[in-house]
């Protein structure tokens, strides 16, 4: 298990030590006023995030089609779009 990187976000002022501890995979949790405020992450990490947020989505999107019947097509319906 690993541990959870939380600093006080006046730690910024030494921003090279926060960084050293923010590695992929584990993000460094930041807090203003003693609650949890802002994240560092690895790019990598957030470009994965990214990615997965745009997938849940489209995936959502087909959900509903299917849900409301629009996204169902016949196989002459199919072939016809690909040119067959």
Do not use: H
Not at 5 to 11: A, C, F, G, S
Not at 35 to 50: A, K, M, N, P, S
Not at 68 to 74: E, I, N, Q, Y
Request: proline share 2%.
């Amino acid at each position: 298990t690993v541990m959870a990187n939380i600093l006080p976000v006046i730690d910024l002022k030494n921003y090279n030590e926060v960084l050293k501890n923010c590695r992929k995979g584990e993000p460094v949790f930041m807090t203003k006023n003693g609650r949890e405020r802002f994240v560092v992450l690895d790019i990598e990490d957030y470009g994965r995030e990214q990615a997965e947020k745009k997938l849940l989505v489209k995936l959502q999107e087909a959900e509903e089609a299917v849900k409301d019947g629009k996204g169902w097509m016949s196989m002459d319906e199919l072939k016809e779009l690909v040119g067959e």
